[in-house]
């Protein structure tokens, strides 16, 4: 995972969606950051969860919510993130 600061994410994720409240989106995740270091797992299958896609998502791990194995490209926030 590439780690990226939550201010940083917040920005980017609501330039990409003009949409989205950026309060809102912020509070979303770090309620998932929080979620993550509470020790929060994937709803199916037990895996740590990703915090930012459980933001946008629902809440579980990076490959059931993306459906993909390889996460070395996408964000995590740097306080969550594992490596
Ligand atoms: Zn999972």
Same mark, same amino acid.
């Given at each position: 995972m590439v780690p990226i600061s939550l201010e940083d994410y917040v920005k980017k994720h609501c330039k990409r969606n003009p949409d989205e409240n950026p309060a809102q989106f912020k509070k979303a995740l770090k309620q998932a950051v929080k979620a993550k270091k509470d020790g929060a797992t994937c +709803?199916? $299958?037990? %895996? @740590?969860?990703w915090a930012l896609g459980s933001a946008v +998502?629902? %809440? #579980? $791990?990076f490959s059931c919510i993306t #459906? @993909? +194995?390889? !996460? !070395?490209v996408d964000y995590e926030i740097d306080e969550v993130c594992w490596s």
């Open positions: +709803a199916n $299958c037990g %895996q @740590e969860i +998502a629902f %809440q #579980g $791990c #459906g @993909e +194995a390889d !996460s !070395s």
